[in-house]
């Protein structure tokens, strides 16, 4: 039995989770971001209020794991920096491992989502990429069961790859990453500049170029396909890069589902290195499945992957 907890600016949610990562019992409590002390005692108590609720005792838990936003140490086991959080290299394993005999992995949200998809759509082997594509574009790379940290431990920038040299600019203050180019609101950005039939919607949100394509409006076609495409380059580099075994593409945008995936994988099965030579496995390019619980399912499949 697991128990992986979602540490967000507003509130701190727990849930036991079993192998399959289904959510058996849960647990939350309202966030107090001023200290990092506090923060962890709040952790402390969210996961103990899942335990009372599924009537589990903590000595059934093998593994706690924590995910916030910002910078963990998971070597030391402290939340060094959030943004909203003032961590300050709050020791959180400590915290735990003080009250009960557990193993425990904290970890960025990108990675605990990277972890759940890797357990629940991956079936836990091989190599894995995520790709989440949302306000920006994020995600982890799982090679051989473990996730690849870098020197620094902050691999996995995956939108701060340069697709477009000297292009639009990028929230990192760079030019032509792609991020800029294959996030959600790159997507919203091409819209706007786009004009015609978007102009006259009264909101343009990650849906709407897919919305009108659906409808057959013709610049929403040409939007959608474009901005499509210049994910699939993405995602194709990845997979000449790392060909990994299975590929999960995540943020709400996944919902899209064939609509996107489709045209995606023709990409890549038209342009990928290995195109066209017979009898190879192909990279699996999947939607994520784990919706609102991938930060508490991430999290409790932190151990899996560290
Ligand atoms: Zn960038």
Not at 28 to 35: C, E, K, L, M, N
Not at 135 to 141: A, E, F, L, Q, R
Not at 183 to 199: K, M, T
Not at 284 to 297: F, H, P
Request: negative net charge.
């Amino acid at each position: 039995m697991y128990v992986g907890i979602d540490v967000g600016g507003t509130a701190i949610k727990a849930g036991v989770v079993d192998e399959n990562g289904s959510i058996i019992a849960r647990g939350s409590v309202d966030s107090q971001p001023g200290s990092g002390a506090e923060m962890v005692r709040l952790m402390y108590v969210a996961m103990c209020h899942a335990l009372d609720r599924g009537m589990i005792s903590r000595d059934r838990v093998t593994a706690v794991g924590i995910g916030s936003s910002g910078l963990c140490d998971n070597e030391k086991g402290t939340m060094v920096y959030s943004p909203n959080i003032a961590y300050d290299n709050t020791p959180v394993r400590e915290y735990f491992t003080e009250r009960m005999d557990v193993r425990v992995d904290l970890d960025n949200d990108a990675n605990c989502a990277a972890a759940g998809e890797y357990v629940v759509a991956g079936e836990g082997r091989g190599s894995f990429v995520f790709v989440t594509l949302g306000t920006g574009v994020g995600g982890g790379i799982i090679i051989d069961g473990k996730l690849l940290r870098g020197v620094n431990g902050g691999a996995g920038e995956l939108g701060h790859t340069t697709v477009y040299p000297g292009g639009r600019l990028c929230g990192c203050g760079r030019r032509g990453c792609w991020e800029a180019y294959a996030s959600v609101s790159g997507l919203i950005n091409d819209a706007r500049e786009r004009g015609g039939w978007f102009a006259a919607q009264s909101e343009i949100t990650g849906r709407t170029p897919f919305e009108g394509a659906a409808a057959g409006i013709p610049e929403a076609v040409e939007v959608r396909d474009r901005w499509i495409e210049n994910v699939a380059m993405g995602v194709c580099n990845l997979v000449n890069v790392f060909q990994p075994d299975r590929l999960v593409i995540g943020g709400a945008i996944s919902k899209e589902g064939e609509n996107l995936l489709a045209p995606i994988r023709k990409f890549v099965s038209e342009n990928a290195y290995t195109r066209g030579i017979p009898g190879l496995k192909r990279t699996e390019i999947t939607a994520a499945r784990l919706g609102n619980d991938a930060g508490i399912v991430g999290a409790a499949f932190l151990h899996k992957i560290h």
